[in-house]
């Protein structure tokens, strides 16, 4: 609890009370019951486990005996996940103007900040949570379907390859708390990341096909591109120094810049 002590002032004038700054680890904690309190977000924290657990249902039931593997169950829990964890990034930085919070957020804590770095360390952290029940959910899934298929269970993803995975994931996660910062606005966030992830990666693709010198210096350039070693399993020097690189201009720069336009824009 925050204390509150006087500072002392000539004789017969009023003195305005100074009180201790607000933790950092309440902040969080606010940040965190913030995420799930609205009806939306929890359902949308929900979604996670349920579309995890449908994916999984639909391997069980549709794929053939011989492709029954965990690589199978992780890869067709992954595809929702890369589209739901970015939007819980987003929306999480979005709701204090959507919402119209901001400026309660921001009287009880000033620095801005302080609230944004909340805000990101909640979002990788539910980020990380999740993938971590996905894997759990695909592992009992592999195990049941197996079973049921009367087939050997196999385990051909390592700890690694599946450590590389979820850093991918969470870098998806940060590209769509980028955009949360640097639009604030829920829907324009959300359709830029979908243009980022899906409509942006075809054009860079046809670019590529149709350009030599483009093909020759795409993961320097293309941050989509540069992510898909870490799914492969084993990314070399080459590859880490690309994926670096591309981070720094398509994650590392906005989210400086955003955060830039966070401390000076007006919030009402």
Avoid at 210 to 225: L, P, T, V
């Amino acid at each position: 609890m925050s204390t509150m002590t006087s500072t002392p002032g000539p004789t017969g004038t009023t003195t305005r009370p100074d009180f201790d700054p607000i933790p950092f680890s309440r902040v969080v904690s606010v940040e965190l019951r913030k995420m799930f309190d609205t009806r939306s977000g929890s359902w949308l924290m929900a979604s996670i486990g349920i579309l995890a657990v449908l994916a999984t249902a639909a391997v069980v039931a549709f794929a053939p005996d011989d492709e029954m593997t965990y690589e199978t169950f992780a890869s067709a829990i992954g595809i929702p996940m890369t589209v739901l964890l970015p939007v819980i990034a987003v929306l999480s930085v979005t709701s204090e103007w959507s919402q119209r919070t901001g400026l309660t957020t921001f009287t009880f804590v000033p620095g801005r900040g302080r609230v944004i770095a909340a805000k990101a360390l909640c979002s990788v952290g539910v980020g990380v949570v999740s993938i971590a029940l996905a894997a759990a959910i695909g592992a009992l899934g592999n195990v049941a379907g197996t079973a049921i298929a009367g087939v050997d269970t196999v385990w051909n993803v390592s700890a690694t390859e599946l450590a590389l995975i979820a850093l991918a994931q969470v870098i998806g996660l940060l590209v769509g708390f980028t955009l949360g910062v640097l639009l604030r606005s829920s829907a324009a966030a959300i359709v830029g990341y979908f243009i980022y992830a899906f409509v942006l990666a075809g054009l860079t693709e046809l670019l590529a096909a149709s350009q030599e010198w483009f093909a020759d210096a795409r993961g320097w350039i293309d941050f989509n591109y540069a992510q898909v070693p870490l799914f492969d399993g084993a990314p070399d020097a080459t590859e880490w120094a690309q994926l670096g690189v591309t981070s720094f201009v398509w994650l590392v720069v906005p989210l400086a810049i955003g955060l830039r336009l966070v401390m000076r824009s007006e919030v009402k």
